[in-house]
């Protein structure tokens, strides 16, 4: 069984930035795809960020481009999305997922979720 656990949510300023972390526990975890999705009030969930654990390689939606990156602690199982240049389009509830197998842009192919973490985006 895996457990993941978001934090790092909050308030910001359009422009401002925030990091999230997404700590896990469980067997293995480190074999595990990584990714985060976030999902706006009204709106379906999106995807914005994927990293495979073993070969590192990561991919970002376009919408979030030269703004977000993902990264991983491989020691600590955790992985981060560092938010820069915020804007209110990315307020939502950021999740947390993870899958056996490389990352992925896929909602469906996740075994795991985080509960989530709110970021706001307001002035």
């Known amino acids: 069984q895996v457990s993941l656990s978001e934090s790092g949510g909050g308030s910001v300023q359009p422009g401002g930035s925030l990091r999230l972390s997404c700590t896990a526990s469980?067997?293995?975890?480190?074999?595990?795809?990584r990714g985060w999705f976030r999902q706006a009030p009204g709106k379906e969930r999106e995807w914005v960020a994927a990293?495979?654990?073993?070969?590192?390689?990561?991919f970002l939606a376009d919408s979030v481009k030269g703004r977000f990156s993902i990264s991983r602690d491989s020691a600590k199982g955790t992985v981060f999305l560092r938010m820069n240049n915020l804007k209110p389009d990315d307020t939502a509830v950021y999740f947390c997922a993870a899958r056996r197998g490389p990352g992925s842009r896929y909602a469906f192919e996740y075994d795991y979720w985080g509960q989530g973490t709110q970021v706001t985006v307001s002035s």
């Open positions: 469980g067997a293995s975890i480190n074999d595990y795809g």
């Open positions: 990293i495979t654990w073993k070969s590192g390689f990561v």
